[in-house]
């Protein structure tokens, strides 16, 4: 029941964000930057924006300015944690599954701070994902690192349904502000 409620809910808010405007990222960006920025020295663990995603490239490029090293995530095989690749403004980029992009080459790295796309997004810290679970085992397999979840504010909704395995997050930040949870 509830993963149909879940798919259900997955076509919707993918057809909301399509007409999305990604080069929203630069306000999300503002937002971080000023509210929620990662400590000096944090690994930074971002994502390539997919289709109509917010593009969060200018985080990372301003976090690399910093001083930040940098990771992107590869998609592993179904069932397991995403693994997080180095990454820096203008590396060569692959191709990976499900329409994702990871840096061609580069060392494994665990990051203490992940920006975390996502479909949809309750008050609670509830997360709307693709359906594969990669960031919630990813996020359960951190439990010390900070996680803030990346959207348009319009992905807001009510109510998410959540099973025993959905992380939630503690802030998600859209061009609107930044979220506290308290999750």
Aim: charge should be positive; proline fraction near 13%; include cysteine.
């Amino acid at each position: 029941m509830m993963d149909t409620a879940k798919a259900a809910l997955r076509r919707e808010a993918l057809a909301r964000r399509a007409a999305a405007d990604p080069a929203l990222g630069a306000r999300i960006t503002a937002h971080i930057l000023a509210e929620a920025p990662p400590p000096p020295g944090a690994v930074v663990a971002g994502f390539w924006p997919m289709g109509s995603e917010p593009d969060i490239r200018p985080l990372l490029e301003a976090l690399h300015a910093r001083g930040h090293t940098l990771a992107l995530p590869l998609t592993p095989p179904r069932g397991q944690p995403l693994q997080f690749r180095a990454w820096a403004p203008g590396a060569p980029m692959a191709r990976g599954p499900l329409g994702t992009q990871f840096p061609a080459e580069g060392a494994t790295l665990t990051p203490d701070w992940l920006a975390v796309p996502l479909l949809a997004f309750d008050r609670t810290g509830a997360r709307l994902g693709y359906g594969g679970g990669y960031y919630d085992r990813t996020l359960a397999a951190l439990p010390g690192a900070t996680c803030i979840g990346i959207a348009y504010a319009f992905q807001e909704v009510p109510h998410l349904p959540t099973g025993p395995h959905d992380i939630r997050l503690p802030a998600i930040a859209t061009e609107a502000g930044l979220l506290r949870t308290g999750a």
